[in-house]
C-alpha cells in the first residue's frame, strides 16, 4: 500500500509571499487532514475533509490559509500572504473513514519563512 | 478546546529499562486512544491504541493502560531500546467531533546505550 504523498519537502520563502503545499492521500481514504506541527510541538489540525467536503476548519485562520480537496482525492493548503509565525512542518494524513480509524501521515512540508 | 495532556515532556531511560508516557484527558465521551510514534523528518505513525472497554492492551514491547475513572492513559515501552528514540504522542477524538483528532504536546524519549 502506497502511503500518504506530500510535496515538497521544504520550502524557504519570504514574508508576504505565498506557497502551495500538495497531498496524495492513500487510495480509497474518504478523510483528509492537514495539520501544522511547530517545533517541539504536537501536530495541530488545521483542517479536515470528508471526501471534498470541509467536515472541520475552526482552526484555519482563514484571512491567509486556504485549502481544496478536488474530487475527494487529492488535496493542497496555502498560505497567502506568509507570516514569520507560520514557520512549521505541515502534515496531510489520511483515514479510511474518520471515525476512530488510524491516521496515516505523510512526512510534511517544512516551510521556513524569512 | 478540549486539551489532552501529556507528561512528561522529556524522558531519558537506560537501554533495558521501562520508559512510562502519560497522557490525561477531559472528556469522558472519548472512546478511542492511541499513541503516535514519530522519528525526525517523519510524519507521526500509530504505534498502538485502546478503547475503554479494557483497561490494557499490549502489543510486543509497548503496553497502554487505561485508567477511566482517573481520565488518563499511558504508554509503557518495556525493555527499551536505543531505536525506541522518538518524539511521542498520545492523541484522542475531539467531543465535537469523533473524527477531530487531538494530539498531545509530546514526549521526546531518549534511550541510552
Known amino acids: 500500500e502506497a502511503g500518504v504523498a506530500q510535496s515538497p519537502r521544504y520550502k524557504i520563502i519570504e514574508k508576504r509571499q505565498s506557497v502551495a503545499f500538495w497531498c496524495n492521500p492513500i487510495?480509497?481514504?474518504?478523510?483528509l487532514y492537514w495539520y501544522q506541527q511547530i517545533l517541539g510541538q504536537g501536530p495541530k489540525l488545521l483542517i479536515q475533509?470528508?471526501?471534498?467536503?470541509?467536515?472541520?476548519d475552526s482552526q484555519l485562520p482563514k484571512d491567509r490559509f486556504s485549502a481544496e480537496r478536488l474530487k475527494g482525492v487529492d488535496s493542497t493548503l496555502k498560505i497567502q500572504p506568509a507570516k514569520l509565525e507560520d514557520s512549521a512542518v505541515y502534515l496531510c494524513a489520511s483515514s479510511e473513514d474518520g471515525n476512530n480509524s488510524p491516521l496515516h501521515f505523510g512526512n510534511g512540508t517544512r516551510l521556513t519563512v524569512t | 478546546q478540549q486539551q489532552v495532556k501529556q507528561s512528561p515532556q522529556s524522558l531519558i531511560v537506560q537501554k533495558g529499562g521501562i520508559s512510562i508516557i502519560n497522557c490525561a484527558y477531559e472528556?469522558?465521551?472519548?472512546?478511542?486512544f492511541p499513541w503516535y510514534q514519530q522519528f525526525p523528518g517523519k510524519g507521526p505513525a500509530l504505534l498502538i491504541a485502546i478503547r475503554p472497554d479494557v483497561s490494557e492492551k499490549k502489543e510486543g514491547r509497548f503496553t497502554i493502560s487505561f485508567n477511566k475513572s482517573a481520565k488518563q492513559f499511558s504508554l509503557h515501552i518495556m525493555d527499551s531500546q536505543p531505536g525506541d528514540s522518538a518524539t511521542y504522542f498520545c492523541?484522542?477524538?475531539?467531543?465535537?467531533?469523533?473524527?477531530?483528532?487531538?494530539f498531545g504536546s509530546g514526549t521526546r524519549l531518549s534511550i541510552r546505550p
Open positions: 472528556n469522558t465521551a472519548f472512546d478511542y
Open positions: 475533509f470528508q471526501n471534498n467536503g470541509v467536515v472541520d
Open positions: 492523541a484522542a477524538p475531539s467531543y465535537s467531533s469523533a473524527s477531530k483528532i487531538i
Open positions: 487510495s480509497g481514504h474518504a478523510t
